[in-house]
Structures are given as C-alpha cells and as structure tokens.
C-alpha cells in the first residue's frame, strides 16, 4: 500500500470510532429528546450509512491499492470516496433541521453519485489498469 490508499485507509480506520460514538450518541439522543419519527429515521439513516460506507471504503481502498492506477487517478478516486461517504451520510442528518429536507436530499444524491464515480474508476482499476 503507497501514497493517498495509505493515508485514506488511516483516515478511514480514524473515522470508524466516531461512527461507535454516534452510536452512542444515537441512543442517548433517542432516550433524552423527542424527536419526531422522521427525525429518528434520519438520524438512524445516517448513522448507519455513516459505518457501513466506511467499511465499504476501507474493502475499496485495499482493492484500489493492489490496481495499478496512477497516482492521480488513485488521489481522485479516493477523495471521491471520501466526501462519498461524506455527504451520502451527512445528508441524512440535514434532515434533521426544520425546512432542509430538499437540501438533505440533495446532498445524499451528490453522495451517492461520488461513490459511484469512486467504484466505477475501481472497477476500470481491476480491469484494465
């Protein structure tokens, strides 16, 4: 492993206790506040995209290690898994604000197409680089 797939999978590996202590912060959240059902779905939504698009990242970040892709297409595929997971994850929690559900959305769509860009140069790694 060399270069931006080393210092991601750090970053990951980093990121992962702060998804353990949304957790935590998750059930004390649902235990002391009342929030609406749609809000407890959304912080639930993006907590739990928040851990599972971080694991999903530290499986692509060994992949794209082991491709041999340049430098600056591995640096971009990488970013792009970064504010991937970012903004897929956090667009969940702006629904959690009055009156920013089109922003929320917005934001997990822009996620969501970044991961897909981001899987779409692995895929192109493994097979052609």
């Not at 004390?28 to 939504?45: I, S």
């Not at 822009?110 to 991961?115: I, P, Q």
């Amino acid at each position: 492993m060399h270069g931006p797939t080393q210092l991601f999978t750090v970053i990951a590996l980093i990121s992962l206790p702060t998804v353990m202590y949304g957790g935590y912060a998750l059930m004390g959240v649902m235990r002391d506040r009342k929030l609406t059902d749609h809000q407890r779905a959304m912080f639930r939504a993006g907590h739990a995209h928040a851990g599972v698009l971080l694991v999903l990242a530290l499986v692509t970040l060994q992949i794209l290690s082991r491709t041999a892709l340049t430098d600056p297409t591995l640096w971009t595929t990488c970013f792009l898994l970064l504010f991937g997971v970012l903004a897929q994850s956090g667009g969940f929690f702006l629904h959690l604000l009055p009156n920013r559900t089109k922003l929320g959305s917005r934001v997990t769509t822009t996620g969501a197409l970044l991961l897909a860009a981001a899987m779409l140069l692995t895929a192109y790694g493994v097979a052609f680089a």
